[in-house]
């Protein structure tokens, strides 16, 4: 089940449905007219009791029967939500054709070519409608900036921004970065209302907020419910820390406003999770803290600036927590360090487990990337990492990151005989090193074949993989990697390879239990 894209376009409006509605408005009032006419005159002309309708003129009270109101929090937030409304250039299509049509065989010898072919010959050019999408977004600073996801701007030739008072400006998209679905957009006002920003990594699951923003068009609307996760990766992005909710969140609210119950931002409302395209209580907003430093490197450098690491992660799984002798499946696990970079100088080796990194711990490979491309290039900062069983603090100094790479987590493959029973291995000749375009730093034995129903395949070995290590040994050729497999000790074996997207520990479980 895919994420929906929730920018939207106006939703048609249904005739019919007010159709039936006025019908059944007019048997209703004919029917209290009957019934008014039948008591008259039954009752033979007496008067009725005049109503005496109680009504109170007090506003709601903010804690009414216990539960709070929340029109304050909207007063204040509202005003800093936006509409935008967005246009794309028409696409042009050219209609041909083929050699030898002739339209007089379909409709008779008396047809009348129409005039664009008789001008254009075999093709026109026709212009298809301009698209027109509405999303949301935030002001963030009083001299027009505004914070909004990238899907909602990425193709607009025009862009329109409607504040909640009425006013409307043109605005100018600053910049925008796909990585994280975050864009920024400026128009040219002043003393605009903007949002004050709260820190998302404080936020905590079960606490109450507020979506504000524009669905369906239909104008500027407010749901509530809950914090139902932190840290969600859904959209397939490169860079994802998503915030679950189960505010409604609808077509249009993309780019609108997650706001705690001090009318703080927390986050920026992205995607639903949904199997109608509407609302089903999943949605999902960039947290803050990632949404500003992404925003306020587009505004300084005109691009976003990521830190780099060079080595290859994965996530820690319970059965390499036993191999590595781990006391718990956290934290991202080295499987390769690239030659000459910041963590090869930092002193990172292939095996160790990045905890800490830079003051804050590292959960997954996945908030490892977090951490690592949302650092400044040029920075030195602490990292902790666990080295057979011991802790060691090393000071890495990230580099930016080059081209599109960063702390890749990477699938890979395996090995050779005995104790990976149904792989069969030979040796990394030349042939096979140019075959599988292998560098020439690679040392190792290609695994020639996996039989499909293997433990070793469903770890994830493949054809082509080459192995690197096995149980910590280093593997030069196919010869040694089938003595390593010799009279195993366990029947746990754990497997370094490489493959064309990079480096990864596997762990082979063939015993019994596995």
């Known amino acids: 089940m895919n994420p929906i894209d929730i920018r939207m376009k106006n939703s048609s409006s249904h005739p019919s449905i007010w159709k039936r509605t006025a019908v059944l408005g007019s048997v209703c009032v004919l029917s209290a007219s009957l019934v008014a006419f039948t008591s008259a005159k039954d009752g033979v002309g007496t008067k009725a009791e005049p109503l005496r309708i109680q009504v109170s003129d007090a506003p709601l009270s903010t804690a009414a029967r216990g539960f709070p ?21 028409a696409k042009v299509s050219q209609m041909q054709m083929p050699e030898g049509f002739d339209l007089r065989r379909f409709f008779g010898p008396g047809f009348q070519m129409p005039e664009e072919f008789q001008q254009h010959g075999r093709g026109q050019q026709r212009h298809a409608p301009k698209e027109q999408g509405v999303g949301s977004g935030i002001i963030v600073t009083k001299d027009g900036y505004i914070l909004t996801n990238n899907h909602v701007v990425e193709n607009a030739s025009t862009i329109k921004v409607g504040l909640n008072d009425g006013r ?3 605005g100018k998209v600053i910049g925008r970065d796909p990585k994280t679905d975050v864009a920024v957009v400026k128009v040219e006002a002043k003393d605009l209302p903007a949002m004050a920003f709260a820190d998302s990594d404080k936020i905590e699951v079960g606490d109450m907020v507020l979506a504000v923003g524009h669905p369906f068009g239909i104008g500027q609307t407010v749901t509530t419910g809950i914090i139902s996760a932190k840290g969600r990766a859904t959209m397939g992005l490169d860079y994802e820390d998503f915030i679950q909710t189960d505010a409604a969140i609808n077509p249009g609210n993309s780019g609108g406003a997650l706001v705690d119950v001090e009318g703080r931002l927390i986050g920026m409302n992205t995607a639903i999770l949904s199997r109608s395209g509407g609302n089903q209580g999943v949605g999902f907003a960039v947290p803050t ?14 691009r976003v600036e990521r830190g780099f690491l060079g080595v290859n992660i994965q996530d820690v799984t319970p059965q390499l927590a036993q191999q590595f002798k781990l006391d718990a499946a956290k934290g991202a696990l080295v499987s390769g360090v690239s030659p000459d970079s910041p963590a090869e100088k930092a002193g990172v080796k292939s095996g160790d487990v990045i905890t800490d990194f830079n003051g804050k711990p590292v959960t997954d490979s996945r908030h490892l990337k977090l951490q690592v491309g949302s650092t400044t290039p040029g920075a030195a900062v602490p990292m902790n990492v666990l080295r057979d069983g011991k802790t060691q603090t090393l000071t890495v100094t990230v580099k930016e990151l ?25 040796d990394l000749d030349q042939a096979a090193r140019e075959q599988l375009k292998v560098p020439s730093h690679i040392k190792g034995a290609v695994v020639a074949s996996v039989e499909e129903d293997s ?5 994830g070995l493949r054809q082509g993989d080459v192995i690197l290590e096995i149980n910590r040994q ?5 010869e040694q990697a089938t003595a390593l497999c010799e009279n ?3 029947k746990v074996t754990l497997v370094k390879v490489w493959s064309r997207a990079g480096t990864r520990f596997i762990v082979v479980d063939e015993s019994k239990e596995g």
């Open 289 to 302: 803290n990632l949404a500003r430093w992404v925003m306020e490197s587009l505004v300084n450098t005109g």
């Open 168 to 170: 409307e400006f043109s």
């Open 488 to 490: 195993p000790a366990t």
């Open 455 to 459: 433990v070793a395949y469903d770890a």
């Open 69 to 89: 109101s929340f029109s304050p929090i909207v007063k204040a937030v509202a005003p800093s939500v936006v509409k935008i409304s967005v246009s794309s250039e």
């Open 402 to 426: 080059p081209g599109d790479k960063l702390a890749d987590a990477t699938p890979a493959a395996g090995n050779a005989d005995d104790a990976l029973h149904g792989v069969g291995v030979s």
């Open 474 to 478: 280093p593997v030069k050729n196919a």
